[in-house]
């Protein structure tokens, strides 16, 4: 080997090994985050906001097991790229394993912000302030999103990675960054809906770059206000011309631009959201962060900067439009929330524009003056909701929530450190673009107040962290363990879960999470709820359950059954029974091996949970018998006022696929006590029998008394049970 070949050989190996001492910052800040937030993973024992996060399992086993999505067997269109990227982890049949996997990706994706941030920033600031930006971007609160079964985990980092991509195609204008740019862009709303933004964002990321190019300078300098005026009115058809489009086409569009009212719900819960992110981010980023997108007077033009601030404009009007209207969409449809979870992706733009003003020491006054006047506002404007232990879409309201939950701290407290936060963080600042304070002093005081904001954000994040693991801890208690006594039993065989007078959904929707062999999810009231599909049964005259037209072509025949007894009663043999809680109330679920064709022993409805009738009374169903019998029905008006009560007794008839009662055979009247509690033994034939309890004095506790707080009708505490012999000592009702 000649001299100048050992050469070469040496620089690229020098080369080769900078590189690799220049990265040990940046993936140590990465291998450290994912350790803390694996742990926070680990810890996190259950799902708990399953409307998401059973959605996204739901389809994503259903990928894994067919290749197709679907919720609870029905096909489902696809969404999001999430649930396919994580079906892969679902191929491990054994819950408990699976979940863990798909957390433990879930923290890795997410924390990988980290790296597209930092090139972000490395585009406009030297290294320590981009490792300052990208490890503040992997710090904020949101990253306890990370151990959740959400779009979030892979959405954030690629929100990222496309401002970073868009940029670098802005800048390099190759091919290659620009096709990379494009491919991102269209891919975006793939990974989560609401990154149908990115692609907007990259078309004005390009005009704003055209907007401040020298040459289009130039050619401004030479319009006349006649020119402006024109110009002025081309946009504003333009826009009117966009938004008349959307408002024929897209109905969210429409319901939020169509009256007056709902046009200031755009403005003042988007401010509740730019609120709580700019709380959990330490307030200051989203000051400076918005006036880096100006320049500052006397700052020497850069192509970097000015395409830099081209992208984070694009991106925060972008998203910030996208959350203020969804924001009040949800208004309408839903109820009123804090969507600072939309708004999450420009955080690394802002830290970014934080890192560019602490380094280049310069700032537009005025733009800083206009930005600390709005977080001031957002501060005192935005609901903390200390009064909750985590608000889901908003966990940059985490750390004031957990300071209320250890520290018994107010929102009056919370505001005044949040401005105080603004204050000392203004301060800071402006020593730091002073010229008049040396140099050295500039930089200590600039790195202080970014590990500052980087300690804030990690509080923040961990106070999230702290809320979403103690609210699943709480939670086990609603199943109880074993979680998957059901596939334990079942071994993956078809199962449905069947219910009735559910209130609360928790216990089922943990029930469905952690037993794969649950495929169908109904109830004989439609008091179960989605994710996915939860129509009730059809049930013939004799019991028969069939999910189709034809009794005789049941459509879906399954192997066990989970039935919410005693009001769900199942043909077949008992296989297992479970405990779970509903408020106070520890209730029992059992597992049954179902006779083919599945079919029902008894029924009954218009019970609650607590065992209080509601407001259309009480049913009971019986489907088969081999002789007659007898029917208790006990009730008791507690502590309420008395009651006239009519029992009826008739055969079962069948309309619209559902069983009534149909005629009368014996119907009996008698008055329930108050404090005095009735027992009612009624002869019932051996063939099917419908029976129906009218209490007639219902009543609303809480209009009664209003410390009781319980808002239902209520009518009766009771129950059925079939017996085939008169107990001891028991007695035949005549009735009045």
């Avoid at 960054?177 to 709303?189: L, T």
């Avoid at 203020?324 to 955080?347: C, D, G, H, P």
Wanted: with cysteine; hydrophobic share 50%; aromatic share 12%.
């Amino acid at each position: 080997m000649n001299a100048v070949a050992a050469g070469t050989v040496r620089r690229r190996s020098s080369s080769l090994t900078d590189r690799l001492v220049a990265a040990v910052p940046l993936v140590s800040i990465y291998l450290w985050l994912s350790i803390v937030y694996c742990v926070e993973a680990w810890k996190r024992v259950t799902p708990w906001l399953f409307t998401d996060e059973l959605e996204m399992t739901q389809i994503a086993r259903s990928i894994a097991d067919t290749g197709h999505p679907a919720r609870r067997g029905q096909s489902y269109s696809f969404h999001s790229l999430y649930p396919v990227l994580t079906a892969p982890l679902w191929l491990i049949h054994h819950v408990p394993t699976a979940y863990a996997g798909v957390k433990y990706v879930d923290v890795l994706a997410m924390t990988a912000v980290v790296f597209p941030t930092y090139f972000l920033a490395r585009i406009v600031v030297g290294r320590t302030a981009a490792l300052l930006a990208a490890a503040a971007a992997g710090c904020v609160p949101a990253l306890a999103y990370s151990s959740w079964l959400v779009e979030e985990t892979f959405a954030y980092p690629y929100a990222a990675l496309c401002f970073l991509l868009i940029a670098k195609a802005l800048l390099e204008r190759s091919r290659w960054w620009i096709a990379g740019a494009v491919v991102a862009s269209v891919v975006a709303p793939g990974v989560r809906g609401e990154l149908v933004v990115i692609p907007i964002a990259a078309l004005l990321a390009v005009l704003f770059v055209a907007w401040s190019s020298e040459r289009f300078r130039a050619y401004r300098r030479t319009w006349s206000t006649s020119d402006w005026i024109g110009f002025i009115a081309i946009v504003a058809g333009v826009i009117i011309v966009v938004s008349g489009y959307l408002t024929w086409h897209v109905t969210q569009w429409q319901m939020n631009t169509s009256y007056n009212w709902t046009k200031k719900r755009i403005f003042v819960y988007g401010d509740w959201a730019a609120g709580a992110l700019a709380i959990g981010l330490g307030v200051l980023p989203l000051v400076t962060g918005l006036a880096a997108l100006f320049g500052a007077p006397g700052e020497t033009p850069s192509r970097n900067v000015r395409i830099f601030r081209s992208t984070a404009a694009a991106g925060i009007i972008g998203f910030g439009v996208y959350t203020a209207m969804k924001a009040a969409y949800l208004t309408q449809v839903f109820e009123t929330r804090i969507e600072e979870r939309n708004l999450i992706y420009i955080a690394p733009l802002l830290f970014v524009g934080t890192a560019l003003v602490l380094e280049r020491r310069r700032v537009n006054i005025w733009a800083l003056a206009v930005a600390t006047v709005y977080a001031f506002y957002l501060v005192v404007g935005t609901p903390f909701k200390m009064d909750v232990q985590l608000y889901s879409d908003a966990l940059g309201l985490a750390i004031f929530q957990q300071a209320n939950r250890y520290f018994e701290w107010t929102p009056g407290m919370a505001q005044w450190l949040a401005l105080g936060l603004l204050a000392v963080g203004l301060v800071v600042t402006l020593a730091v673009c002073s010229r008049r304070v040396p140099k050295a002093l500039a930089v200590g005081l600039a790195a202080a107040l970014g590990v500052g904001l980087i300690a804030w954000n990690l509080t923040g994040e961990i106070s999230a962290a702290a809320g979403t693991v103690s609210i699943s801890r709480d939670s086990t208690p609603l199943l109880g363990h074993p979680f998957s006594w059901v596939d334990d039993e079942t071994h993956g065989k078809p199962t449905l879960y069947l219910g009735q007078g559910v209130v609360d959904q928790r216990p089922e929707w943990m029930l469905e999470f952690w037993n794969r062999s649950i495929k169908t999810v109904s109830s004989l009231d439609a008091s179960i709820g989605g994710p996915g599909p939860a129509g009730a049964p059809n049930i013939t005259a004799g019991g028969r359950v069939y999910w189709t037209a034809d009794p005789a072509n049941p459509g879906k025949v399954f192997d066990y059954a989970v039935e919410d007894w005693p009001c769900v009663d199942f043909a077949g043999t008992l296989a297992d029974r479970h405990a779970y809680r509903v408020g106070t109330n520890v209730k029992a679920w059992r597992l049954v091996r179902l006779t083919k064709p599945n079919a029902l022993l008894a029924q009954c409805s218009g019970i609650y949970p607590d065992g209080w009738s509601g407001p259309n009374d009480s049913m009971y169903f019986r489907y088969a018998g081999t002789k007659p019998g007898w029917l208790r029905i006990r009730l008791s008006r507690q502590h309420w006022a008395p009651s006239p009560v009519t029992v009826q007794l008739g055969p079962i008839g069948v309309v619209n696929r559902t069983p009534v009662l149909n005629g009368l055979t014996k119907q009996l009247r008698f008055q329930v006590a108050a404090d005095q509690p009735k027992t009612v033994w009624l002869r019932v034939p051996g063939r099917g029998f419908a029976v129906r309890t009218i209490v007639e004095n219902k009543f609303v506790p809480r209009e009664l008394n209003p410390g009781v707080g319980d808002p239902r009708t209520l009518g009766a505490l009771m129950d059925y049970r079939f017996f085939t012999k008169l107990p001891h000592g028991a007695k035949p009702s005549t009735g009045s």
